[in-house]
């Protein structure tokens, strides 16, 4: 992911508005590795002295279009495994996509297999 200030310019240069809660996410994705929720993110801004001074209420809304903003924009990767919430990996350039997989040739052995008893 972007830094949050290149990420204020693409969101300006998208038509998109850059308040200062988006900035409060951006900053908190920035550098993330923890693949969070919407939820707890939510939480870590809420709880942020910073946000609690300025933005005493930050709305989940707002945490969840950021979050999709971002994906759409390339920026972060939702990830769904069908149950339980989504997650979102900022930390998508230089890495291989999730569902892409690997092939490995195999390698015969001559070894005899072991018996089930």
């Given at each position: 992911?972007?830094?949050?200030?290149?990420?204020?310019?693409?969101?300006?240069?998208?038509?998109?508005?850059?308040?200062?809660?988006?900035?409060?996410?951006?900053g908190?994705?920035?550098?993330?590795?923890?693949?969070?929720?919407?939820?707890?993110?939510?939480?870590?801004?809420?709880?942020?002295?910073?946000?609690?001074?300025?933005?005493?209420?930050?709305?989940?809304?707002t945490?969840y279009?950021?979050?999709?903003?971002?994906?759409?924009?390339?920026?972060?990767?939702?990830?769904?495994?069908?149950?339980?919430?989504?997650r979102?990996?900022?930390?998508?350039?230089?890495?291989?996509?999730?569902?892409?997989?690997?092939?490995?040739?195999?390698?015969s052995?001559?070894?005899?297999?072991?018996?089930r008893?």
């Open positions: 992911m972007r830094s949050p200030s290149e990420l204020t310019g693409a969101f300006r240069a998208g038509g998109l508005k850059v308040t200062r809660q988006r900035q409060l996410l951006l908190l994705l920035y550098g993330n590795d923890e693949h969070p929720t919407a939820e707890t993110l939510h939480a870590s801004a809420s709880a942020s002295a910073s946000a609690s001074a300025r933005m005493p209420g930050l709305p989940l809304r945490v279009q950021t979050l999709t903003d971002l994906a759409s924009m390339g920026e972060l990767r939702q990830l769904s495994f069908g149950t339980g919430p989504t979102f990996d900022p930390n998508v350039h230089g890495q291989p996509p999730i569902n892409q997989t690997r092939e490995y040739p195999c390698q052995s001559t070894a005899p297999r072991p018996t008893t």
